[in-house]
Structures are given as C-alpha cells and as structure tokens.
C-alpha cells in the first residue's frame, strides 16, 4: 500500500491588537459591578481563543482546538468580524480534516472561502483553496486537488507569499504522485 506523502497545511493565524483582557465595570441598580465587554474586549477575547486554538492544533489536540475555534467563531459572528470568521472557519476545517472528516472540512473550506473572496482577503482566498485541495486529495479527488492547489499557486504567486508558493508547489507534487504522473511530481517537488 502507498504511503501518503506529507501535506502542508495552511493554518492561519490571527494577531491580536491587544495582549491583554480588559473589561469594564458598570454598576445597575446600586454598587452591584456587571461586566460589560466592548467590541475590542470582546476581539481581543475571540483572539486569544484562536491563538490557544492554534497552540492546540500544534499540540495534536484536535478536539480541544476545534472548541476553542468555536468559541472564536461565536465571537467573532456577535462582533461581525468577518475576517476573524473566515479564519475560523478555515481552521475548523483543519480540525475536520485531521479527524479525518473530510466532507465537514471542505463544507468549513468552502465557507472561509466565500466570505475571504466577499472581503478581498487574498491571502485568505489562496489559503481556503489550497487547504480545500488537501481535503479533496485525502479524499482521492486527485483532479480536483490539483485545480485548487493550481489556484492558490498563482494568487500566492502574485502576492509574493514565497512559503505559500512552496506549499503549494509541495502539494501539487503530491497529488500528481498519488495519480502516478511522476515526473510531474518531481518537477513541482524541485
């Protein structure tokens, strides 16, 4: 039996504007303190649940990952940050796919891409795409991974994004080496 070759993965990865919680204090009805979060709190909250996510993810801690992307993606939709659910929803698919569902990745893929290609986000479009070629690939859909891998190359060309472009080229590789098109496969390896 084949072995599968190693598939790079685009994890993205937000920055957060601010490092640190800050919350407000309000008082109703007397002395009595409420938490009132602003919209920053509440970004700053969704990307330290992102970042953890992401520590997790890197931890093969799928399961935990997955919670804290979601977590993210509740705040972000409250917030209506649609980058921050656009990478949410891509690394949700990352966690899909590692558990080996590859029909929910792509379903979360799909999603990250329409709302990356909605607000300009090209880096974020070539990343869903080459991230939707992995999935397909895991699926045997070897034609169909090479035309988004095909996709992001060139946006990730044209953006100058050189460690996309080797990821890219990567998979390509190994996609043309899953249809047995070898030396196709070692001409994107090289």
Same mark, same amino acid.
């Given at each position: ?16 504007? !601010?490092?640190?919680? /800050? ?25 330290? #649940?992102? *970042?953890?996510?992401? %520590?997790?993810?890197?931890? !093969?801690?799928? @399961?935990?990952?997955? %919670? !804290?992307? *979601?977590?993210?993606? @509740?705040? /972000?939709? *409250?917030?209506?940050? @649609? ?8 690394? #949700?698919?990352?966690?899909? !796919?590692?558990?080996?569902? /590859?029909?929910?990745?792509? $379903?979360?893929?799909?999603?990250? #891409? ?8 090209? @880096? ?6 080459? $991230? =939707? ?5 895991? #699926? ?7 035309? /988004?891998?095909?996709q992001s190359l ?6 100058? +994004? ?8 990567? $998979?390509?590789?190994?996609?043309? +080496?899953? =249809?047995? *098109? ?9």
């Amino acid at each position: 039996m084949k072995q599968k070759p190693f598939i790079t993965l685009m994890v993205i990865v937000l920055t957060a504007t !601010s490092p640190l919680l /800050y919350w407000k204090h309000s008082t109703i009805l007397g002395n009595a303190p409420v938490l009132a979060q602003t919209v920053e709190d509440k970004k700053a909250q969704a990307d330290q #649940l992102f *970042e953890q996510g992401i %520590q997790q993810f890197y931890r !093969s801690q799928y @399961r935990e990952a997955f %919670q !804290s992307w *979601e977590q993210a993606l @509740r705040i /972000y939709r *409250e917030i209506g940050d @649609r980058r921050g659910v656009a990478h949410s929803y891509g690394n #949700l698919g990352l966690a899909y !796919s590692s558990l080996g569902d /590859y029909q929910k990745a792509i $379903n979360y893929h799909q999603q990250s #891409l329409a709302i990356a290609t909605e607000i300009g986000d090209r @880096r974020g479009v070539a990343n869903s795409y080459n $991230n =939707l070629g992995n999935a397909y690939s895991s #699926l045997g859909d070897y034609q169909k991974a090479i035309d /988004y891998h095909q996709q992001s190359l060139a946006i990730l060309t044209e953006i100058g +994004d050189r460690n996309g472009v080797a990821s890219s080229y990567n $998979n390509l590789g190994n996609a043309y +080496d899953f =249809l047995g *098109e070898y030396q196709k496969a070692i001409d994107y390896h090289q």
